[in-house]
């Protein structure tokens, strides 16, 4: 599996309009979506959010598509600042 980690810091007040945000279900619907993951800080000023998708092509084309561009710049919106983000091969570990 291929994705990302991206870590936010949230604007004050938006943590709710931001978690509403990243739980749409269309990003789900993306083709070869595997799975997201969002960590709150125990403060609620920080945000990581792990997205999984079954290939780096599969990763790609979500990236370069209409709907995740015009997405971006809502994001934004209650963020302070770009994410943080790193891209990458997701390996599963032990789970017990």
């Known amino acids: 599996m291929f994705g990302t980690l991206g870590r936010m810091k949230v604007k004050p ?3 709710g309009d931001l978690l509403a945000h990243l739980q749409d279900p269309r990003m789900a619907a ?3 979506h595997r799975g997201s ?3 709150v800080s125990e403060e609620g000023e920080e945000v ?3 997205v999984m998708y079954e290939s780096r092509d599969a990763y790609v084309a979500m990236v370069h598509d209409p709907a995740t561009e015009a ?12 994410p943080e983000w790193t891209d990458g091969e997701w ?4 789970v017990s």
């Open 13 to 15: 007040g938006k943590l």
């Open 30 to 32: 993306m083709p070869g």
């Open 37 to 39: 993951y969002v960590l």
């Open 48 to 50: 990581a959010l792990a």
């Open 71 to 82: 997405n971006y710049p809502k994001l934004l919106e209650h963020l302070q600042g770009e």
């Open 91 to 94: 390996i599963a570990g032990p």
